[in-house]
């Protein structure tokens, strides 16, 4: 059990996938301008990673490995990762239009997504079991969400601010994102992985 | 290398089946379309759009009858809104219908003029204006919605109306806006009044904001 709360919390703090491993910076920058679109993006994005994390880890499992197909490991888990995001926009679709219209556009976006194709290969190289696999996802995703909410708030705040004109925009957004990861190394000394 | 093509053009075919029955299987009815536009129109039913609110706008623009630049209380956001939906570019808006209050704006009292009369706080429907009769009042900049109603009652004409100042302490998050378009419809029946006046169009929008948003 406590394996599993380490995971979760390394994922979340302590190795989070956009302020320490640079994975997903392209949506943390494209849709944190406002907090409702981080939201959405967070909701769809912790579907997808976690479902994609099950669904690459059964994929290795279950068919590269035994074949000795580990070689088509990268191109199989995009075309994996594009179907579950194409079964759970449907999903979403029927059951909740409310839901669907939250998340909109950014369900599809995910699959470009590289911290979901990161997660599923780095679930293979660190030879995670099934259960390790989803929560290493789920992690992740919660990491992902935790830090692009934060974000898009800071930076609703910076609009409105005094800002040299040289840093107005993307540059003043930059150098927050900096200053958020130094923040988050602190998180480095909690968990010795 | 057999096994790699088959496996892949395996599981291709398998995730294509897959996706192809949920597709069956979750197949949604697709929304009207005038549905989805309604729900971005500001639901003021003011009337300045040139039709008699905002579903038959709405219709309008489903079917291509009207332009997507004829809203002034929703302004240029309703206009991207709508641009978006739709795939088309967005345009400025249409000053036939009017214009559309690019800033917030906030009503400040003329303290060395006001008398006193209190016809403006009767007339505030926000009750954001502080005073009793015969004492100077003053305009609760906070809970001033802009609505501008206050202007025509005042005697001495002591009320003007002036662009709010953003700044960093300034700052507040705005209310969410999907809950604001989700509640609109079922608040918006009560009262079909068409409204000419374009300061009374924003205050109905304003206010519905405010009893949605607090409660």
Redesign the interface.
């Known amino acids: 059990m406590s394996e599993y709360a380490l995971i979760l919390i390394s994922t979340v703090l302590v190795n989070n996938f956009v302020l320490v491993k640079f994975l997903g910076l392209c949506p943390f920058f494209g849709v944190s301008k406002k907090?409702?679109t981080a939201i959405g993006m967070s909701m769809a994005t912790t579907f997808v990673l976690t479902l994609s994390a099950i669904a690459s880890y059964l994929?290795e499992a279950f068919?590269?490995e035994p074949?000795?197909?580990t070689y088509?490991r990268t191109?199989?888990f995009i075309?994996?990762i594009a179907?579950v995001v194409?079964?759970t926009e449907?999903?979403v679709?029927?059951t909740s239009?409310?839901l669907h219209?939250?998340l909109g556009i950014y369900l599809p976006l995910i699959t470009t997504n590289c911290a979901v194709l990161g997660v599923a290969l780095l679930n293979v190289q660190q030879a995670h079991n099934f259960m390790e696999s989803a929560l290493y996802g789920f992690g992740a995703s919660l990491g992902f969400s935790l830090v692009l909410i934060l974000f898009s708030?800071l930076r609703?705040?910076i609009n409105?601010?005094?800002v040299p004109q040289a840093f107005e925009g993307v540059p003043i957004a930059l150098i927050t994102a900096g200053l958020m990861a130094l923040g988050f190394m602190g998180f480095a000394g909690m968990v010795k992985a | 290398m057999m096994t790699a093509i088959l496996v892949a053009a395996g599981l291709a075919l398998a995730f294509g089946l897959l996706l192809g029955i949920a597709a069956q299987w979750f197949h949604v009815e697709g929304n009207p379309l005038a549905e989805k536009i309604d729900a971005l129109l500001p639901q003021t039913q003011c009337g300045q759009c040139g039709f008699p609110g905002c579903k038959p706008y709405a219709a309008a623009i489903a079917e291509g009858r009207a332009d997507i630049n004829q809203c002034p209380p929703g302004g240029d956001a309703t206009i991207k809104n709508l641009a978006d939906l739709l795939g088309v570019e967005p345009k400025p808006l249409n000053a036939d219908n009017g214009t559309a209050k690019t800033v917030p704006m906030v009503a400040v009292i003329d303290e060395a003029v006001c008398i006193g009369c209190t016809k403006c706080i009767q007339a505030c429907p926000v009750d954001a204006i502080l005073g009793a009769a015969k004492q100077m009042h003053t305009v609760i900049a906070a809970e001033c919605t802009g609505c501008e109603l206050c202007i025509a009652p005042c005697p001495v004409d002591c009320i003007d109306m002036v662009p709010v100042a953003i700044g960093i302490e300034g700052f507040r998050f705005p209310y969410p806006q999907t809950q604001r378009v989700l509640l609109a419809p079922p608040l918006a029946t009560p009262t079909p009044t068409v409204v000419d006046q374009p300061a009374n169009a924003k205050l109905d929008e304003l206010t519905r904001e405010r009893i949605v948003t607090h409660g």
Request: glycine share 4%.
């Open positions: 907090i409702e994929t068919i590269l074949l000795g197909l088509l191109i199989m075309v994996v179907v194409n079964f449907m999903v679709r029927k239009p409310l219209n939250v708030a609703e705040r409105v601010a005094d």
